[in-house]
C-alpha cells in the first residue's frame, strides 16, 4: 500500500523559510511523476512544483526564484525548499506521486504553512 507522509509545515513570519518533506512508501513501480501542491481557503488546487523520472522540473510563476523542488531516489523522499515566503503562500501543501501505469497516482494527506508576522 502506498503512502505519502508530510513534513515541515508550520507557522513563519514573511521572508522566512521553510523546507516541506514528504516521504513515499509502499512503491512497487517507476514513478513517472512527483510534484507540490498547495490550496488555499476558497481557491483551486494548483501546482507549485514538480519534479520528472528524468529531473526536469517545473515551477508555477508564483513561485519561480523563491522555491526548489529536489528528490532522494534513495530515500523515495522529495522536498520542497521554500524561501522568501510571503503571506499568499499560505496554504495547505499536498504531495502527489504518480507512476507509468493508469491508477497510479497517490496524494499526501497534506501540511499546513502559514506565512503571518
Known amino acids: 500500500q502506498v503512502q505519502l507522509v508530510e513534513s515541515g509545515g508550520g507557522l513563519v513570519q514573511p521572508g522566512g523559510s521553510l523546507r516541506l518533506s514528504c516521504a513515499a512508501s509502499g512503491i512497487t513501480f517507476s514513478i513517472k511523476f512527483r510534484g507540490w501542491y498547495r490550496q488555499a481557503p476558497g481557491k483551486q488546487r494548483e501546482l507549485v512544483a514538480s519534479i520528472t523520472a528524468g529531473v526536469n522540473t517545473n515551477y508555477a510563476d508564483s513561485v519561480k526564484g523563491r522555491f526548489t523542488i529536489s528528490r532522494d531516489n534513495a530515500k523515495n523522499t522529495v522536498y520542497l525548499q521554500m524561501s522568501s515566503l510571503k503571506p499568499e503562500d499560505t496554504a495547505v501543501y499536498y504531495c502527489?506521486?504518480?507512476?507509468?501505469?493508469?491508477?497510479?497516482?497517490?496524494w499526501g494527506q497534506g501540511t499546513q504553512v502559514t506565512v503571518s508576522s
Open positions: 502527489n506521486l504518480q507512476g507509468w501505469s493508469k491508477g497510479t497516482d497517490y
